[in-house]
Every structure is written in structure tokens, then in C-alpha cells.
């Protein structure tokens, strides 16, 4: 955990000041970060905007939106939430975010399977939600949900329960790793690869066994497939 308390407020405070940027998914980004800080009371610490940014994404997974433009609002909205959350969860401690690892678990896997349950038109509407680019909104959920999860990962204590590990990793990167979007894809994978380059401290027992598990099941798939090929 960083436990620097100045540099937390400047990363929050960079994040408020991409407001001048072009681009208008990092202008999303400022304005959620800043009504989240309107909304926590008293001192601004990493605990407060960690716990306020967890309880407003789970808000945006029972917004019921059945226009495209609204989805996409919604979706922008997620991406930017889950940019703060990433950016906050290492100034947390390990102890808040393996106490609150139920909700925040909950949340980031509500969010990949809501994301993946979108059914995307062909119009130009549904481009504006996904496109063979990986530049959508919908890919972009998906790969801060990545990353954002990895943070998550990093930070807890290595006295979670290997089932709760289990879970989250396999509602989340494991199941990303099959995404067909090549950016999806990589965000996973990446997500997954620095988790298991962790040094100090180490990735937690269980991130490893549940890895390691999925590669020998895609090997045992893999020859498999070329055992049937051969006798073809």
C-alpha cells in the first residue's frame, strides 16, 4: 500500500484536471472524480473515495437503460469510475480492501457480465458501444475492469480465502482470456502476467494454483483437438 497521503490528493487532483483535455472520455473521468469528492464529508483519504467510488458503480448495475445513447452513457460513466478505483486502491490498506473484498468482488464481476450481456446492433448507434477497433465503450469497460481488478488482487492480504480469489478471478480475467476482442484479450492477459510477476510482496497463493489450473486445462484442450486431427 501507499501510505503517502499528499501523493494520493495529487493523483486525484490530476485526475479533476484532465477537465481540459479533448478527449471527452478523460473530461468524464474529471467530472465523476470531482462528484465524488463533493459527495465524501470531512478529509479526503483514499478509504472515502475507494468506498464511495465501490458504492456508485454498484448503483449503475441496476440502472435498467434500454436506449443505446443511455447504455453508452452508462458504460462511459463505468469506465471513468473504474479509472478512479484503480487509481485510489493502492493508497487503501490491504486490511479495508480484503474487509470490503465481498462488495467490491460483487461489483467488478457485475460490471464484465453486464458488459458482456449487451447485445450490440450493427447501426451506428451500436458501433458507437463496440468496435473492431477495441476503441467501444464496451472494450473499454472491460479492459479498466481489467486492470482495475489486477490493483484489487494486488492489494489484498494474502489471508483472503483462496475462494474468494477464486471467484473473482475466474468472473473476471479468466473469463476475459476467452474474449474474442484482441484489446479485451491482452488487457487480461497483462492483468494476469503482472499479478504473477509480483515480487514484493508475491501474488497470493491462490492467483497462481487458479492460473495454473486454467493453462493445463487449455493444454489438455489442445491436444485434444490435435489428437483428433491427427486421427482425421
Same mark, same amino acid.
Given at each position: 500500500?501507499?501510505?503517502?497521503?499528499?501523493?494520493?490528493?495529487?493523483?486525484? !487532483?490530476?485526475?479533476?484536471?484532465?477537465?481540459?483535455?479533448?478527449?471527452?472520455?478523460?473530461?468524464?473521468?474529471?467530472? &465523476?472524480?470531482?462528484?465524488?469528492?463533493? &459527495?465524501?464529508?470531512?478529509?479526503i @483519504?483514499?478509504?472515502?473515495?475507494?468506498?464511495?467510488?465501490v458504492?456508485?458503480l454498484?448503483?449503475?448495475?441496476?440502472?435498467? +437503460?434500454?436506449?443505446? !445513447?443511455?447504455?453508452?452513457?452508462?458504460?462511459?460513466?463505468?469506465?471513468?469510475l473504474? !479509472?478512479?478505483? /484503480?487509481? %485510489?486502491?493502492?493508497?487503501?490498506s490491504?486490511?479495508?480492501v480484503?474487509?470490503?473484498? *465481498?462488495?467490491?468482488?460483487r461489483?467488478?464481476? /457485475?460490471?464484465?457480465?453486464?458488459?458482456?450481456s449487451?447485445?450490440?446492433?450493427?447501426?451506428?448507434?451500436g458501433?458507437?458501444?463496440d468496435?473492431?477497433?477495441?476503441? /467501444? %465503450?464496451?472494450?473499454? &469497460?472491460?479492459?479498466? %475492469?481489467?486492470?482495475?481488478?489486477?490493483?484489487?488482487?494486488?492489494?489484498?492480504?494474502? @489471508?483472503?480465502?483462496?475462494?474468494?480469489?477464486?471467484? =473473482?478471478?475466474? *468472473? @473476471? =480475467?479468466?473469463?476475459?482470456? +476467452?474474449?474474442?476482442? +484482441?484489446?479485451?484479450?491482452?488487457?487480461?492477459?497483462?492483468? =494476469?502476467?503482472?499479478?504473477?510477476?509480483?515480487k514484493?510482496?508475491?501474488c497470493?497463493?491462490?492467483?497462481?494454483?487458479t492460473t @495454473?489450473?486454467? &493453462? !493445463?486445462?487449455?493444454?489438455?484442450?489442445?491436444?485434444?483437438?490435435?489428437?483428433?486431427?491427427?486421427?482425421?
Amino acid at each position: 500500500m501507499m501510505d503517502d497521503q499528499e501523493s494520493f490528493l495529487e493523483v486525484l !487532483n490530476s485526475l479533476t484536471e484532465l477537465s481540459r483535455s479533448r478527449d471527452p472520455r478523460s473530461v468524464r473521468i474529471a467530472s &465523476v472524480a470531482s462528484a465524488l469528492i463533493e &459527495v465524501v464529508e470531512g478529509e479526503i @483519504t483514499p478509504g472515502k473515495v475507494y468506498a464511495s467510488t465501490v458504492t456508485t458503480l454498484e448503483g449503475t448495475l441496476h440502472q435498467v +437503460q434500454d436506449e443505446a !445513447n443511455l447504455v453508452l452513457d452508462s458504460l462511459v460513466t463505468q469506465a471513468a469510475l473504474l !479509472n478512479i478505483l /484503480g487509481a %485510489a486502491v493502492p493508497y487503501v490498506s490491504s486490511s479495508v480492501v480484503t474487509g470490503t473484498i *465481498g462488495l467490491t468482488s460483487r461489483v467488478l464481476r /457485475g460490471i464484465v457480465s453486464s458488459c458482456l450481456s449487451i447485445l450490440v446492433s450493427d447501426d451506428a448507434q451500436g458501433a458507437l458501444l463496440d468496435t473492431k477497433d477495441g476503441l /467501444g %465503450a464496451i472494450s473499454t &469497460v472491460l479492459c479498466n %475492469a481489467c486492470a482495475t481488478t489486477a490493483e484489487v488482487l494486488r492489494n489484498l492480504s494474502n @489471508t483472503t480465502e483462496d475462494s474468494v480469489i477464486r471467484q =473473482l478471478l475466474h *468472473g @473476471t =480475467l479468466m473469463r476475459l482470456l +476467452q474474449d474474442p476482442r +484482441q484489446k479485451v484479450h491482452n488487457s487480461a492477459k497483462d492483468a =494476469l502476467s503482472g499479478l504473477l510477476l509480483m515480487k514484493s510482496p508475491s501474488c497470493h497463493p491462490s492467483i497462481l494454483k487458479t492460473t @495454473t489450473k486454467y &493453462v !493445463n486445462a487449455q493444454i489438455d484442450s489442445y491436444m485434444k483437438r490435435s489428437s483428433k486431427h491427427g486421427k482425421s
